[in-house]
């Protein structure tokens, strides 16, 4: 059974920092694109960042793009998100998801098939 499991969420001032962990098991973490979606109220869940299997691509939404960093350590089975600049529309729940093996970088929320509990992140202004 596969397992996510978001920690380092928050509450921030904006211009801050965060750094969101994902820890998985279950399957063979390595071998499978992972990324990052968020939620905020009243709204639908959105792609925010997203890594390829080998973790050689990387793609991001244009509102996080030169803020956000994904990244994965596959010896430790842990995905990213390095958060910088924060601003009050970044506050959400942000979700880990998994998605096919050897994939790409995948942007749409709805071709992950495992998703994590998702953690809070609020920015204040």
């Known amino acids: 059974q596969v397992q996510l499991v978001e920690s380092g969420g928050g509450l921030v001032q904006a211009g801050g920092s965060l750094r969101l962990s994902c820890a998985a098991s279950?399957?063979?973490?390595?071998?499978?694109?992972m990324g990052w979606c968020r939620q905020a109220p009243g709204k639908e869940r959105e792609f925010v960042a997203a890594?390829?299997?080998?973790?050689?691509?990387?793609a991001y939404a244009d509102s996080v793009k030169g803020r956000f960093t994904i990244s994965r350590d596959n010896a430790k089975n842990t995905l990213y998100l390095q958060m910088n600049s924060l601003k009050p529309e970044d506050t959400a729940v942000y979700y880990c998801?998994?998605?096919?093996?050897?994939?790409?970088?995948?942007?749409?929320?709805?071709?992950?098939?495992?998703w994590g509990q998702g953690t809070q992140v609020t920015v204040s202004s």
């Open positions: 890594i390829s299997w080998s973790g050689g691509s990387t």
């Open positions: 998801a998994s998605g096919p093996p050897f994939g790409g970088v995948i942007t749409s929320p709805n071709a992950y098939d495992y």
């Open positions: 279950g399957r063979t973490f390595s071998t499978y694109a």
